[in-house]
């Protein structure tokens, strides 16, 4: 009669059960952080396809300028648009490109 109980019996199913709670949770896990890198990763790719453009519209402005405007020089195109920038919200003109960055000099005595 006891080995009749053991096929029976339903304890043997929630030993299963159990065994595969963890696993279960550990998936779940892994694909939480496979979700979340997945929106960091395409966060990133966002970002740098707008710098990206963000310069090439800078270059077709350049290039705008000296072909359309007489007597244009580079320097005076980068001004123009140094002074465009400077309205639409950019930093000063003394300030690093990268935030927290500390300009250096090199000098040789």
């Known amino acids: ?3 009749l109980a053991n096929v029976v ?5 929630h030993e ?12 779940l896990v892994v694909g939480v952080q496979l979700a979340a890198f997945w929106l960091v990763c395409s ?17 077709m402005a350049l290039s705008d300028c000296l072909q359309y405007v007489p007597g244009s020089t580079i320097a005076s195109c980068a001004s123009q648009m140094g002074i465009a920038a400077d309205v639409a ?3 000063p003109a ?3 490109a990268v935030p927290g960055a500390v300009p250096v000099s090199f000098s040789y005595h």
Do not use: Y
Request: charged share 20%; hydrophobic share 35%; proline share 12%.
């Open 9 to 13: 019996d339903p304890a043997p199913q």
């Open 1 to 3: 009669m006891s080995i």
């Open 16 to 27: 299963q059960e159990r065994s595969l709670t963890p696993w279960v949770l550990l998936a």
């Open 43 to 59: 966060h990133q790719v966002r970002k740098a396809e707008a710098r990206r453009n963000e310069v090439m519209v800078q270059q």
């Open 94 to 96: 003394g300030t690093p």
């Open 89 to 91: 919200g950019a930093p």
